[in-house]
């Protein structure tokens, strides 16, 4: 697969005990994106947070530490991260989505996987 080097970054930021279909949310994100062809998608787990309800999310506070902040990152063609924000769009009920441009250098993955 080819990527041209205009692309955008998509970021999804969620808790980690988030759901959906009785899944947790981040890896419902990666498995669709992945089922609509995105180039790619990374999770990131924080070791300390808070987003819009201002609630401190950390490991020290074992209560907590069970909700740590999740970012999915999500690199595709402006077109691709479209189609798949209008597919989530209602799946992301918590948390802070952005996009940005990102160029693109390389792409490539491993001889045996072509």
């Known amino acids: 697969m080819q990527l041209p080097p205009n692309g955008q970054l998509l970021r999804i930021f969620i808790g980690e005990s988030d759901k959906y279909d009785g899944?947790?949310?981040y890896e419902w994100l990666v498995v669709k994106a992945k089922e609509q062809g995105l180039a790619g998608a990374t999770v990131l787990r924080g070791l300390m947070g808070f987003g819009a309800n201002s609630r401190i999310h950390t490991s020290k506070i074992l209560r907590l530490s069970l909700d740590m902040p999740i970012v999915v990152e999500i690199v595709?063609?402006?077109e691709k991260?479209?189609?798949?924000?209008?597919y989530i769009e209602t799946v992301v009920t918590e948390g802070l989505v952005t996009l940005e441009k990102a160029v693109i250098h390389i792409y490539r993955g491993s001889p045996q996987d072509e």
């Open 23 to 25: 899944k947790p949310l």
């Open 76 to 78: 595709d063609t402006p």
């Open 81 to 86: 991260i479209s189609m798949f924000l209008d």
